[in-house]
């Protein structure tokens, strides 16, 4: 009912910039909150930044001052623009959207993006 499609993504150089952005559609009401996880070799799924409904931004600890999460409405897209790169970043990054379904009955939904490998080598 509800499609993720991400772009963006790829290698980059320690230090550079890239930039992702998620686009949402489908059975969409309501946007509660949209954001950006990731996922390194071996490690569990981490939250990167999230922006809720009312624009207030959450980002973990290490990308703080560095990551830029924002939104767009209809279309509803996420974007993450990531500045000073590192190696640590390297993972592969999806973007999430928490929402409420247009037709009634109203659902609470949980939609994944397929994922966008982010390399940053040294």
């Known amino acids: 009912q509800v499609r993720l499609v991400e772009s963006g993504g790829g290698l980059v150089q320690v230090g550079e910039s890239l930039s992702l952005s998620c686009a949402a559609n489908?059975?969409?009401?309501?946007?509660?909150?949209m954001g950006w996880y990731r996922q390194a070799p071996g490690k569990q799924r981490e939250l990167v930044a999230t922006i809720n409904s009312d624009g207030t931004t959450d980002y973990a600890d290490s990308v703080k001052g560095r990551f830029t999460v924002s939104g767009g409405n209809r279309p509803y897209t996420v974007y993450l623009q990531m500045n000073s790169l590192k190696p640590e970043d390297t993972a592969v990054y999806y973007c999430?959207?928490?929402?409420?379904?247009?037709?009634?009955?109203?659902?609470?939904?949980?939609?994944w993006g397929q994922g966008t490998q982010v390399t940053v080598s040294s």
């Open positions: 489908g059975n969409i009401g309501r946007i509660i909150v």
């Open positions: 999430h959207f928490s929402l409420t379904t247009a037709t009634l009955p109203r659902q609470n939904v949980d939609s």
